[in-house]
């Protein structure tokens, strides 16, 4: 190995000076063509640099996930609360009024399901029926160090060209697998991998220790994966440490829909990305907004 644990104390990644964006507000951005600078300008606020991403295509390999059993009534609701989506296309087409002009970020890969090995995916959407739906993005996990680690790397270049074809960004989501450790130096080595390989945005995992070096040593916008649960306190405070060192953003969903209070946290969440509101301020937003929102059982009545 080139580049092992030996030399790692040697690494230099100055945290604190970010990377200059010459030519677009984004990251790692500046050179791309007109039409995929506009997709990822609906995906990122221009205004603050940062998205407020919800995930909701967790049933693409797990099926009708705690939250999404029924889209059409606990999620749509939400959707106009989000900056972007990211989704499947049979949800989109089945679900998602096409009235909603909410970005897309199109989940194109799959394969396994939660009952085999989940890093043996293939390409799930052909890049005209993206073009086809409009969306603002395709997306795809990256297995690094999984068992299929290259063909989830080789997925991910050619979704990347077929996008860069069309001026379609595609967002790199780092899978990390159960016997994997979540920490910076596997993430540094996941999420530049992605974007050494071309990907426009990357999506990956908050860690305590060293996330600040996670971004500062990936060329692109790194969003935020929110993971399991959490106490809503927590995952606020992990999305605002995640922003304060280097995120442009989250990507969340069951520390969303899994909430109490799904509304109430999607607010605060918007809060902490694009106003940098403080921990225990947003949570305190959570619970006024909460206590003043009904949270009846969703009818059609
Ligand atoms: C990753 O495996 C998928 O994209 C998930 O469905 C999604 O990103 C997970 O979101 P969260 O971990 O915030 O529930």
């Known amino acids: 190995m080139a580049d092992t644990d030996a030399v ?8 604190d000076i970010p990377m200059e964006t010459p030519g677009f507000f984004l990251k790692g951005a500046g050179s791309l063509d007109w039409g995929m600078k506009n997709r990822l300008s609906r995906i990122f606020n221009p205004q603050t640099g940062r998205t407020v991403m919800l995930a909701i295509d967790h049933g693409y390999f797990q099926g009708p996930t705690t939250g999404l059993e029924r889209v059409d009534l606990t999620i749509v609701p939400l959707m106009p609360m989000a900056d972007a989506l990211m989704l499947t296309r049979g949800i989109l087409r089945t679900t998602v009024p096409p009235s909603l002009t909410k970005p897309i970020v199109m989940r194109s890969s799959g394969g396994p ?9 293939e390409l799930a959407v052909d890049i005209e029926d993206a073009i086809r739906m409009n969306v603002s993005a395709v997306t795809l996990q990256v297995f690094i160090g999984g068992k299929y680690e290259t063909r ?3 997925n991910m270049t050619r979704l990347i060209d077929m996008g860069m074809r069309y001026g379609i960004p595609t967002m790199a989501v780092t899978a990390v697998g159960k016997a994997m450790t979540r920490d910076a130096q596997y993430l540094r080595l996941a999420c530049r991998i992605c974007a050494e390989l071309g990907a426009q945005i990357v999506k990956t995992y908050y860690c305590p220790e060293g ?4 971004t500062a040593s990936c060329p692109v916008p790194i ?8 106490p809503e306190l927590e995952a606020l405070t992990m999305a605002y440490n995640a922003i304060s060192r280097g995120a442009a953003g989250v990507d969340m969903g069951r520390n969303i829909f899994q909430s109490e209070a799904p509304k109430a946290m999607m607010e605060a969440v918007h809060n902490v990305v694009h106003k940098n509101l403080k921990p225990a301020e947003a949570y305190d937003l959570y619970q006024t907004l909460k206590n003043k929102t009904s949270q009846k059982t969703p009818s059609r009545a």
């Open 8 to 15: 790692k104390e040697a690494k230099k990644f100055y945290e």
């Open 113 to 121: 399901s939660i009952l085999k090995e989940l890093s043996n995916e």
């Open 152 to 154: 989830s790397v080789h």
């Open 211 to 214: 996330f600040e070096t996670v």
């Open 223 to 230: 969003v935020m994966a929110g993971g399991k649960k959490l």
